[in-house]
C-alpha cells in the first residue's frame, strides 16, 4: 500500500460517509428510514438489486468457488440467478408492491396470519445476521492478507495476530454509522456506487489476468478439462466438479436456493419496493439481470486464473523452507492455515485444505502496481461493506415493523419506530461481529451461506409458491410446512457429510448415512429436502383446514389479482421485452460455454 492506493480508499470512506450524513436530514419518518420514502429510479432499484447481492459472498465466494469448482460456478448466475430475477420482476412485484406490504414477513401476514409473519420475521432475522457476518469476515480476511495495517501495528508494538479482530471492527463502525444516518437510502446509493467501483476494478484484474497467461485458450491449456465446462459431466455427479448431476443441480439450485432467494429474500425484494412505481418495481430485478448475467467474467475468472498458474509463484500464506523448493498450494492460492497450531489446516484424511477466499485477493497482489492496487481493495471493501449493510438495513426494517411492532410495542409513535431502527441497526452491527468468528470455520464462504439459504430461503419459497398461485392455501398449512422444512433440512444435514469433513458445523452431527462429493452438492440436496416437505406438508394441512376468505385474498393470489396496468413505456423498457432479451442472452451463454 502506497501513499497512492491509501488516497485512493480515503476517498472511498470520504463518498460512503458523505452520503450518509447528506441523507440524514431527509430520515423524518420510519418509511423514509426503512423503505427510503418509496421514491427511487427504476434504473437506481435496479443496480442496487443487484448490488445488494455482489457482497463478499459475491466477489471472494465466486473466486474461491471459480477456483475450487470451476467455470461451472456459473451456474449460480446464468440458472441460479438470472430465471428467478425475471420471475420475481413479472409475477411477483405486483404482489409485493401492490400490497404495499413493508417487508416479506408482512406479505405473509396479509396472505395467511400473524403466527406465519412471526416465524419467518425471526429466521430471516437470524439470515440476515449471518451473511453480514459473512462479509465482515471477508473484509478482515482480505485486510490481513494485504498487510493494509501491518505497518501501523509494527509501529504500535502491537502482535500482527490482532489485525483480524481490528479489522473487524472498523468496518463494523464504517458501516453503522451511514446505516445508522441514512437508512435504506445510504445503504442503495452506496450500493450502486459499488458496482460502478466493482467494474472499475474487476474488468483491469480479469484482463491482465487472461493475458499473463495467454487469454483463453492459454487458461484452457493449463487447467484440466473438468474446470472449463459448465454442463460437460453433470450426467453423474462424479464426473464433475461441483459433484452433482444434474438434477441435483437444476433443482436444487436453478429452482430451490434461486428462487428461494431472490424471490422471497427482504434484503433484495427491498430495493424494488423502494421504486417510485409499479412499473418501476417491476423492471428493477429486470435491469439488474443485465449486468448480472456478465458478472462471471469479472469474479469467477479470476479464481480460474489463480488456480492455473505455477504453484512456484510466491503467495501470501505459502511457507518456503527452502530456496527453489515448490511453495505449499496450487496456484496462487495457498493452504489454509489452523489458528491453533499455524499449520495447514487438513481434513479428516489428513490432506491439506486450499484456502480458495484467498484467490482473489492474491490475485490483486500478484497483478496489480500501486494505484490499481488501492483500487481494486476499495472495490471490494465497497462490496463487503455495501453486503453488510444491505442485511443490516434489512434486519433493521424486518426487527422493527415484524417483531418489535407486532409483538412488544404495538402502538408507539413513528418517531418512536425510527429510533428503533437506529437501535437494532447498532444491535444488527453487533451480532453480525459475532457470526463472523462461525464464517472462519468454512474455506469458501459460498458453501457456507448456500447452506444457510438451504435452510431458511428452500422452504420459504415452497410458502410462496402456494401462497401466491394457490389461493386454498392456509395459514396453519404454510405454518407446519415451514416448521416441517427447516426440520427436514436440520435431520438431512445431521445425516449427511461432504466428503473429507469432519462431523460438527459441516454436517454428519447426528449420524452419517451418506456422504456427498462436495459441500455444494450437500447444500443442494438439502433444499430439495427441505422445499419438497414443506411444499408437500402445506398442501396436506391446507386441505385439512378451513379454506380462507376469498375476498380478502385480492391483491395477493395471482388469480383474485388484476393484471396491472402497463405505463406508456418504449417497447425495449417494458417488463416482457425486457425479460425476453435477459433469458435469451442467458440461454445464448449456456450454450457457448457448455
Known amino acids: 500500500m502506497t501513499a497512492i492506493d491509501w488516497l485512493i480508499l480515503s476517498l472511498y470512506f470520504v463518498f460512503v460517509l458523505g452520503i450518509g450524513v447528506k441523507l440524514k436530514s431527509s430520515m423524518k419518518t420510519s418509511t423514509d428510514f426503512f423503505l427510503a420514502g418509496r421514491a427511487i429510479p427504476a434504473w437506481v432499484c435496479g443496480l442496487a438489486f443487484m448490488s445488494a447481492n455482489l457482497g463478499a459472498q459475491e466477489v471472494i465466494g465466486m473466486g474461491a468457488s471459480g477456483a475450487k469448482y470451476g467455470i461451472a460456478t456459473s451456474h449460480f448466475y446464468w440458472i441460479g440467478a438470472i430465471p428467478a430475477m425475471v420471475f420475481v420482476g413479472l409475477f411477483m412485484m405486483p404482489f409485493y408492491y401492490g400490497s404495499r406490504a413493508r417487508s416479506v414477513p408482512e406479505y405473509l401476514r396479509l396472505r395467511f396470519d400473524e403466527k406465519t409473519r412471526g416465524l419467518n420475521a ?247 502496481p500501486p494505484g490499481m492496487l488501492g483500487l481494486g481493495l476499495t472495490a471490494l471493501l465497497a462490496s463487503f461493506m455495501s453486503g453488510m449493510a444491505g442485511n443490516v438495513t434489512a434486519f433493521n426494517t424486518v426487527w422493527t415493523y415484524d417483531i418489535y411492532q407486532s409483538y412488544i410495542k404495538p402502538h408507539a409513535s413513528d418517531e418512536h419506530y425510527l429510533w428503533m431502527g437506529r437501535v437494532s441497526t447498532v444491535a444488527g452491527i453487533l451480532l453480525s461481529i459475532a457470526a463472523a468468528y462461525m464464517a472462519n470455520r468454512f474455506n469458501n464462504i459460498m458453501d457456507m451461506l448456500q447452506l444457510v439459504f438451504a435452510f431458511v430461503n428452500a422452504p420459504l419459497f415452497a410458502t410462496f409458491l402456494l401462497g401466491m398461485f394457490w389461493k386454498r392455501a392456509t395459514g396453519h398449512g404454510v405454518f407446519t410446512g415451514l416448521l416441517a422444512g427447516t426440520a427436514a433440512a436440520a435431520v438431512h444435514h445431521g445425516l449427511t457429510i461432504s466428503a473429507g469433513a469432519l462431523p460438527g458445523i459441516k454436517g454428519g452431527w447426528l449420524a452419517t448415512l451418506h456422504t456427498y462429493p462436495s459441500e455444494m452438492a450437500q447444500n443442494f440436496w438439502t433444499a430439495i429436502y427441505a422445499w419438497t416437505t414443506c411444499f408437500v406438508m402445506t398442501i396436506v394441512i391446507s386441505l385439512a383446514t378451513r379454506a380462507p376468505d376469498e375476498s380478502r385474498l385480492t391483491g395477493l393470489v395471482y388469480s383474485l389479482t388484476p393484471r396491472p396496468v402497463e405505463e406508456p413505456l418504449a417497447w425495449y423498457a417494458r417488463p416482457a421485452s425486457l425479460a425476453v432479451i435477459v433469458i435469451a442472452g442467458t440461454v445464448l451463454l449456456n450454450v457457448i460455454f457448455w
Not at 498450494?329 to 481434513?347: E, F, R, S
Open 122 to 368: 425471526i429466521s430471516f432475522a437470524i439470515m440476515t445476521i449471518f451473511s453480514s457476518g459473512i462479509s465482515m469476515y471477508a473484509i478482515a480476511k482480505l485486510i490481513q492478507v494485504l498487510h493494509v495495517f501491518d505497518g501501523a501495528f509494527a509501529k504500535l508494538g502491537l502482535s500482527q495476530s490482532g489485525i483480524f479482530d481490528f479489522s473487524i471492527v472498523v468496518s463494523a463502525v464504517v458501516v453503522l454509522i451511514y446505516t445508522f444516518l441514512g437508512g435504506l437510502s445510504s445503504a442503495i446509493y452506496n450500493e450502486v456506487l459499488q458496482f460502478f467501483l466493482i467494474v472499475a476494478g474487476f474488468l483491469p484484474l480479469s484482463w491482465l489476468g487472461l493475458k499473463s497467461i495467454g487469454g483463453w485458450s492459454g487458461l484452457k491449456a493449463k487447467l484440466d478439462p473438468s474446470f472449463i465446462h459448465s454442463w460437460v459431466g453433470m450426467a453423474h455427479a462424479n464426473t464433475n466438479r461441483l459433484g452433482v448431476e444434474w438434477f441435483g443441480l437444476a433443482m436444487g439450485l436453478g429452482f430451490v436456493l434461486s428462487f428461494g432467494y431472490w424471490c422471497t429474500d427482504f434484503l433484495v425484494v427491498q430495493r424494488a419496493m423502494a421504486a417510485n412505481s409499479m412499473s418501476a418495481a417491476r423492471r428493477t430485478p429486470l435491469i439488474g439481470a443485465i449486468p448480472k448475467m456478465l458478472f462471471p467474467f469479472l469474479v469467477i475468472l479470476p479464481g480460474l486464473i489463480a488456480i492455473s498458474l505455477p504453484t512456484n509463484v510466491p503467495v501470501d500464506g505459502a511457507h518456503v523452507a527452502a530456496k527453489g523448493e515448490a511453495v505449499h498450494g496450487q496456484g496462487l492460492i495457498p493452504y489454509k492455515v489452523d489458528a491453533v497450531t499455524g499449520n495447514p489446516a487438513v481434513d479428516k484424511n489428513g490432506k491439506p485444505q486450499l484456502d480458495y477466499d484467498l484467490a482473489v485477493p492474491n490475485m490483486l497482489l500478484h497483478y496489480f
